[in-house]
C-alpha cells in the first residue's frame, strides 16, 4: 500500500514561466524561474528564484538564492583586443554563410565561471561580472556592479561594487556556515521556520546547533 503524501510539503518541481529561455540548465528542487528570464548553461540549487526579466550564463547557484528582477548575472564579454568588439568577429554566422561560432571564444566565455554560494541575495538591476565568486550569505545591492569577489556575508553595493558591511560578526557567520541550515531535510526546515522568524539569530543559532535529524 502506497505511503500517504505529507501534506506539508508543496510538489517539488521547478516553475518556470511560458515566457522564459533556458538551455543546458539544471534546476534544483522549489527552483522558480520568472517572467522572461534567459538561463544559459547555469546549475541552479534548491528553493533559489529568479524574478523577471534577469539574464545568467556561465554560472552555479547554490541554494535558497534570492536574484531579483532585471539582473544580469556573467555580463557578456567582448573581445577588446580585436579590431572590433562587435560580435561579427565572434558570431559572424549571424550575418555571414559558411562563417561559424567562434569555438575559441566561446570556451573563453565558458572559462570565467560565475559561483554564487548559498543564500546570496542579488539586488534588483546589479551586473555580476565574469570570473566573479559570491560566498554564502551575501548580498549584492540593487544596480550594483561587481567587479571582483564577495566574500561570505558580506553586502556590496555601488558601481564599482565595494563592501559596506557584514551581515553579521564574523563569529556568526562562521557558526551560520558550520550550521549549513540550507542543507537540511524538508522536515527539519519546516520545523525550524518558526523560529527563523521569531528569535534573534544567537538564539536560533544556540537552539538548533548540535540538533539531531
Known sequence: MDTPADLRFKDDEPRIHPTSELKGCRLGRHVTVGERVVLREVVVGDYSYFERHAEAIYTTIGKFCSIAANTRINALDHPMERLTTHKVSYRPNEYFRYLGVDGDFRERRRAK?????????????????????????????????????VGPFEIFAGVPAKRLKLRFPPEISARIEALAWWDWPPERL??????????PIEAFLDRWEGRDG
Open 113 to 149: 565561471l560565475v559561483a554564487i554560494g548559498h543564500d546570496v541575495w542579488i539586488g534588483h538591476g546589479a551586473v555580476i561580472m565574469p570570473g566573479v565568486t559570491i560566498g554564502n550569505g551575501a548580498v549584492v545591492g540593487a544596480n550594483a556592479v561587481v567587479t571582483r569577489d
Open 190 to 199: 519546516f520545523e525550524a521556520i518558526p523560529d527563523m522568524q521569531s528569535q
